[in-house]
């Protein structure tokens, strides 16, 4: 059966400086789809020659994973784990904070000097508490390590980055077998994807608009769906395009502090006073 959808949630506009930013999760009337925590959606915009660039210095975290897709413009990472990377257009980082990193995501140099256009999205996706010190990782991928698999009778492209589909495998080896893509298709093609009913389906639309069992999906709105089916159909109104994920619910307490996800306040005041310490501080930025 073919899932029905149970909310939709539009998202937030919260600029940082000069980037344009909108965030659907977490949102006034939803706190998070188990696993998945947070989603700062920048961009689409076009920067200048001699910019700024982006604004994510050196900040840390602790207890989950984040998921950056690079869907336009370029993005350099440093991290206190020792891994550096620039993913272009097309790409897609996946950290696991873990224990504790200290990272940077900033605009590469050719980018600050030669400006060009830029959109960018990141996902926080929760760790299991047995699961939050596990040592950090992390994996950079370019847009020709994606798979890019055909759907919709060739009016549409999945991006697989974690799981399989289709008989291929994503990139990424998902600590908690979460399921990850990104799906472009044309005005009035159709798709079926499957995502198990025990599981609790990631669905942002990034642009364009789409219907699914006669409703409406907007740019830029979250939605919830029910769990009555094991798999989605979705009919483009536009072309578009879509994050599509799916996980098992973790069903743990979560404790939030900025940068810091824990299941007890005591482990937030923990991984602040690590930090403090300088126990993220395993290997130089070299920033």
């Given at each position: 059966?073919?899932?029905?959808?149970?909310?939709?949630?539009?998202?937030?506009?919260?600029?940082?400086?000069?980037?344009?930013?909108?965030?659907?999760?977490?949102?006034?009337?939803?706190?998070?789809?188990?696993?998945?925590?947070?989603?700062?959606?920048?961009?689409?915009?076009?920067?200048?020659?001699?910019?700024?660039?982006?604004?994510?210095?050196?900040?840390?975290?602790?207890?989950?994973?984040?998921?950056?897709?690079?869907?336009?413009?370029?993005?350099?990472?440093?991290?206190?784990?020792?891994?550096?990377?620039?993913?272009?257009?097309?790409?897609?980082?996946?950290?696991?904070?873990?224990?504790?990193?200290?990272?940077?995501?900033?605009?590469?140099?050719?980018?600050?000097?030669?400006?060009?256009?830029?959109?960018?999205?990141?996902?926080?996706?929760?760790?299991?508490?047995?699961?939050?010190?596990?040592?950090?990782?992390?994996?950079?991928?370019?847009?020709?390590?994606?798979?890019?698999?055909?759907?919709?009778?060739?009016?549409?492209?999945?991006?697989?980055?974690s799981g399989d589909f289709d008989g291929q495998a994503g990139p990424v080896d998902?600590?908690?077998?979460?399921?990850?893509?990104?799906?472009?298709?044309?005005?009035?093609?159709?798709?079926?994807?499957?995502?198990?009913?025990?599981?609790?389906?990631?669905?942002?639309?990034?642009?364009?608009?789409?219907e699914v069992a006669g409703t409406e999906i907007k740019e830029w709105y979250l939605v919830e769906f029910n769990g009555?089916?094991?798999?989605?159909?979705?009919?483009?109104?536009?072309?578009?395009?879509?994050?599509?994920?799916?996980?098992?619910?973790?069903?743990?307490?979560?404790?939030?502090?900025?940068?810091?996800?824990?299941?007890?306040?005591?482990?937030?005041?923990?991984?602040?006073?690590?930090?403090?310490?300088?126990?993220?501080?395993?290997?130089?930025?070299?920033?």
């Amino acid at each position: 059966m073919t899932r029905t959808i149970a909310r939709q949630y539009p998202s937030d506009r919260d600029d940082i400086a000069d980037l344009v930013t909108r965030r659907p999760l977490p949102g006034q009337k939803v706190s998070q789809v188990d696993p998945f925590l947070f989603l700062n959606h920048h961009g689409p915009q076009t920067y200048k020659p001699n910019n700024n660039g982006l604004p994510f210095g050196p900040h840390p975290h602790r207890g989950f994973e984040t998921v950056t897709f690079i869907l336009d413009g370029s993005l350099a990472h440093h991290d206190t784990g020792g891994h550096e990377s620039i993913i272009e257009a097309g790409g897609v980082q996946w950290m696991t904070a873990g224990s504790g990193l200290v990272h940077a995501e900033l605009s590469p140099a050719a980018f600050k000097r030669d400006g060009g256009d830029m959109e960018i999205l990141q996902l926080w996706v929760n760790l299991p508490s047995k699961l939050k010190m596990t040592e950090p990782r992390y994996t950079g991928v370019q847009a020709d390590g994606i798979p890019h698999v055909p759907v919709a009778d060739g009016d549409g492209t999945l991006h697989l980055v974690s799981g399989d589909f289709d008989g291929q495998a994503g990139p990424v080896d998902s600590l908690t077998g979460v399921f990850m893509s990104w799906v472009d298709l044309k005005d009035g093609a159709s798709v079926t994807l499957p995502a198990p009913a025990a599981r609790n389906i990631f669905f942002y639309m990034v642009s364009g608009n789409a219907e699914v069992a006669g409703t409406e999906i907007k740019e830029w709105y979250l939605v919830e769906f029910n769990g009555d089916g094991d798999q989605v159909t979705l009919t483009a109104k536009s072309d578009c395009r879509f994050l599509f994920g799916h996980a098992d619910k973790i069903g743990e307490p979560v404790v939030a502090h900025g940068p810091f996800v824990m299941n007890t306040h005591q482990e937030i005041n923990e991984a602040i006073r690590d930090y403090q310490a300088g126990k993220f501080d395993r290997q130089p930025l070299n920033l």
